[in-house]
């Protein structure tokens, strides 16, 4: 590195742009999958732009462990592939510059990329996923009336069947309500109002969400039947004083949280079988950084080829879902107990591993 710093500073130059580009290309990628559904945020919910680039941006960061690795294949192959077609490489062997030399930039660059891929996938991106399902859920209290559907029985609505002949979204205004509330089996209410508003607390969005209702009547059924006129009724649909805060999923937890749970006994064995896919998923994944590098110094130094411009994007995407498809064939005989957590979530890599180091040297010599 020190003897050829001219050579590493320039192929690192080349290597960080790109690696940049990638980072930027898949999460577009990744985002528009997504696209459905940020659209039903946008106009069924009606949340206002600011909202929406937070929910793109948690989104974002919980992609970085899958995006890390796929950005460094495409970052190496594009630039070992551009100093292939320009004959760079023969000119670098020319100057008396040897393949370690010339493959040392991007194997050090992956294993600082590695170290980065570990933290985000043990604590940044499993914040970003936090943040996201927490925001999604007071976005889905904030907005109850949206999901209550005009002329439709709504069942579900917070231990609730509503039918509102009128719906109004944006104001939450319901026009001729009738409610059956089974929160108490014992006792359960038919409520009937010819108005109701549905409105939540806008300091604590999430948090508190008050269902008001406008001339009705409320009937009663126990031993006898009792039916209770009122002009106006309040019905407080999330209490926030008895509101629990939502479980985090195994996606959210970082490593800490992850090593204690894999270790207690007051869980079942499928849930501490979850944390522990979790945890080898997310070491496997910052590990993959290594494992593409080198596929992408295998097929990226090659000097006899004389292919497109874009043939390092081609390849990247080939590998990558060639990778995911083996991945997640593995993950699923590990969820199924037919192959060991450890063995089946890290065999994938060990493979393309070996695949890697073989062409890295057939193209060595």
Not at 333 to 350: A, D, H, K, Y
Request: proline share 3%; aromatic share 12%.
């Amino acid at each position: 590195m020190f003897k050829n710093r001219r050579v590493f500073g320039y192929i690192i130059s080349e290597i960080i742009p790109s690696f940049l580009l990638g980072i930027f290309v898949f999460i577009g990628v990744l985002l528009m999958f997504q696209a459905l559904r940020l659209t039903e945020f946008l106009l069924v919910h009606g949340i206002k732009w600011t909202t929406m680039i937070r929910i793109m941006g948690y989104m974002s960061i919980s992609f970085l462990p899958m995006l890390l690795p796929m950005s460094l294949l495409f970052a190496v192959l594009l630039t070992y592939n551009r100093f292939s077609m320009d004959s760079e490489i023969i000119a670098f062997k020319s100057c008396g510059v040897n393949t370690g030399s010339i493959i040392l930039p991007a194997l050090v660059f992956s294993f600082i990329v590695t170290l980065i891929s570990s933290q985000t996938s043990f604590y940044l991106a499993p914040w970003g996923n936090r943040q996201f399902e927490v925001l999604i859920n007071r976005l889905g209290n904030t907005k109850a009336a949206a999901s209550i559907k005009e002329g439709t029985f709504s069942e579900g609505f917070f231990d609730m069947v509503v039918y509102a002949n009128k719906v109004d979204p944006q104001t939450g205004l319901l026009s001729d309500l009738f409610i059956y509330d089974e929160k108490n089996p014992e006792t359960p209410l038919t409520i009937v109002a010819s108005e109701g508003q549905v409105t939540p607390d806008q300091t604590k969005p999430g948090h508190s969400v008050l269902l008001r209702l406008f001339r009705g009547q409320i009937h009663r059924r126990t031993e006898t039947h009792t039916v209770i006129n009122f002009d106006s009724f309040d019905i407080l649909l999330n209490d926030p004083i008895k509101l629990q805060e939502k479980q985090k999923t195994a996606s959210s937890l970082n490593l800490t949280e992850l090593q204690i749970l894999r270790q207690k006994d007051s869980f079942s064995t499928e849930q501490r079988k979850e944390f522990d896919i979790e945890y080898h998923k997310r070491g496997a994944l910052s590990v993959t950084c290594l494992v593409f590098c080198l596929l992408g110094l295998a097929f990226g130094i090659i000097t006899n080829r004389r292919s497109g411009k874009s043939s390092g994007f081609v390849l990247s995407v080939a590998f990558i879902i060639a990778y995911w498809i083996i991945y997640l064939s593995f993950e699923s005989l590990v969820r199924s107990n037919q192959i060991n957590t450890l063995i089946g979530l890290w065999l994938p890599n060990v493979l393309f591993t070996v695949f890697g180091l073989y062409h890295l040297r057939k193209s060595w010599n």
